[in-house]
């Protein structure tokens, strides 16, 4: 019992912290940019489309931040919370350092570490899960959407570094 109260609450806090900030992305709830202005800083990361980009982000914060508060089709909503921490690491906290203070690495591996930890021990006896009778089919849905997380992860990426060629590199420039 202990364990799954513990679980409970790891997958209530951060749930609804990492859908709180979705909603912020998604829909300027909680003095948050919207998609508009979340949209243009993934145009100045350089990701491209950027709209697409920032509506990914959004939605993998939002919806699994959701999916893990609820523990419901448990692993997707950690795993869009993996897909959503990795990036952050990446774009939005890269240069600053680990800690919070100076906008670092701190919150984001923290919720890293706690998606991992949800996606590989399941969301306990005290979710939607076991109440709906819901078991997605395991090791393939963890596996296989961490897979799909690493992919996403690297087209955002190699989309990104496309952009950022300069010409000259690109064949483009004086010779």
């Known amino acids: 019992m202990g364990s799954d109260v513990g679980l409970l609450i790891l997958r209530v806090v951060v749930g609804l912290y990492v859908a709180g900030h979705g909603a912020q992305k998604l829909f300027g709830w909680f003095e948050g940019p919207g998609l508009e202005k979340f949209t243009g800083f993934m145009g100045m990361a350089g990701l491209r489309p950027a709209?697409?980009?920032g509506f990914m982000a959004g939605i993998a914060e939002f919806g699994g931040g959701l999916l893990t508060a609820l523990g419901l089709l448990s692993p997707l909503g950690p795993l869009g919370v993996i897909a959503?921490?990795?990036?952050?690491?990446?774009i939005g906290h890269?240069?600053?350092?680990?800690?919070?203070?100076?906008?670092?690495?701190?919150l984001p591996i923290t919720n890293l570490a706690a998606a991992l930890a949800l996606a590989f021990t399941g969301p306990g006896a005290y979710a939607l899960d076991p109440v709906l009778g819901i078991a997605l089919p395991e090791?393939?849905?963890?596996?296989?959407?961490?897979?799909?997380?690493?992919?996403?992860v690297v087209a955002a990426?190699?989309?990104?570094?496309?952009q950022q060629?300069?010409?000259?590199?690109?064949?483009?420039g004086r010779a």
């Open 51 to 53: 709209r697409f980009w």
């Open 84 to 90: 959503a921490m990795i990036m952050a690491n990446i």
């Open 94 to 106: 890269r240069g600053k350092g680990l800690w919070n203070a100076k906008g670092g690495r701190e």
């Open 139 to 152: 090791p393939i849905t963890l596996w296989g959407g961490l897979a799909l997380v690493i992919l996403g």
């Open 157 to 162: 990426l190699l989309g990104q570094a496309r």
């Open 165 to 172: 060629v300069p010409a000259e590199q690109a064949g483009h």
